[in-house]
């Protein structure tokens, strides 16, 4: 069984500071997609990482692809009360089965 | 964009009656379609996944016999709970891809059996 282990499980800090959340596993990936979502709703997809070492900018947040694709990381810069939520990162694997992560909470006060 | 919908957002009923959930894509023909279920505060466990025309395959653990899916056109998969319990209680989502897309989600539904 393929399991997606994320860390921190919860983390609530204040505006204006860096985060990251991990996002490891034994079993190799083809992609590797982050997601995040809001109470109540579907999760919203952030982005995709499909090659080893990949890093991938949106705005504040960085995304990074393992070099072995096994695992990996988001980072946000300047968190801000607007990033709260649930996030996810699910691997892709056989038959494109998405195994999603245990997930990270996510709380910025303001 | 491409987008899911799912209905109903929100349902209750009582022990013993089944409860279908509706899971269609609007704007493209989605291949394959997974269920998963969400309990409060805990990451999505994929349930099935269907493929149009075929028989869903189930992950380990799901009873196929509780959670019928049924994906009878590219644009549609139903997923029925047969004879609810309250430990059957929690939110549903649902999600297709087509060939060249990643996974696009439905808003979910969240069932409350009383």
């Known amino acids: 069984t393929q399991l997606l282990e994320q860390s921190p499980q919860f983390l609530s800090i204040q505006e204006g500071e860096n985060l990251t959340v991990y996002c490891n596993s034994s079993?190799?990936?083809?992609?590797l997609q982050w997601y995040r979502q809001e109470p109540g709703e579907g999760p919203v997809l952030l982005v995709t990482v499909v090659t080893g070492g990949e890093v991938k900018k949106l705005k504040r947040l960085t995304f990074q692809f393992g070099d072995a694709r096994k695992d990996s990381s988001l980072h946000i810069t300047a968190a801000q009360p607007g990033d709260t939520g649930l996030y996810l990162c699910?691997?892709?694997?056989?038959?494109?089965?998405?195994?999603f992560g245990t997930g990270t909470r996510l709380k910025v006060l303001a | 964009g491409a987008v899911v919908s799912q209905h109903p957002s929100r349902v209750i009923c009582k022990s013993g009656t089944s409860v279908k959930i509706e899971c269609r894509s609007l704007d493209f023909q989605a291949t394959t379609m997974f269920w998963y279920r969400q309990f409060p505060k805990q990451s999505l466990m994929l349930m099935a996944t269907?493929?149009?025309?075929?028989?869903?395959?189930?992950e380990q653990g799901v009873e196929k016999d509780k959670f019928l899916i049924n994906h009878a056109s590219l644009t549609l998969s139903t997923l029925t709970v047969t004879s609810a319990h309250p430990e059957d209680s929690s939110f549903y989502i649902c999600?297709?891809?087509?060939?060249?897309?990643?996974?696009?989600f439905g808003n979910g539904t969240r069932l409350t059996v009383t």
């Open positions: 079993s190799v990936f083809s992609s």
């Open positions: 999600s297709a891809r087509d060939l060249a897309s990643p996974l696009h």
């Open positions: 699910a691997g892709v694997g056989g038959t494109y089965k998405y195994i």
């Open positions: 269907s493929n149009e025309g075929s028989k869903a395959t189930y």
